[in-house]
């Protein structure tokens, strides 16, 4: 059980155990101080998405993931992939849908809330 908050000021949700996400890898999207990274955003990626970030230098398919996989990303690489999908080839599918009850409230810093929202899997359990 984490004590984190997700952006409703809620206990935050586990993310995925299958596989093993979060910074500190125990299914949470924790955002530790040392997490310089920010990995609040609960998400499910897409092959488009795994294609943007490869593009940008983090490749993530080396540590198992592929299209569909549960995912805490950094909230500067999700907004970026957000920023981009009008000059994309892919579009929408590069912006990863969130579930905002596992999304750590330190998202908030980088992410509006309403942006958010637009992107949810999930609605405010």
Known sequence: MSKSLNVFKKPLALHSTNPMTGYLRNGYCEVPASDFGNHSVAAEVTEEFLDFTAKQGNDLR??????????????????EAFDAREREPAGEKIVPKIFLNATNEKALGKIELEILKKYAADKEA
């Open 62 to 79: 080396p540590v198992g993931l592929k299209g569909g996989c549960k995912w805490c990303l950094c909230a500067s690489r999700w907004l």
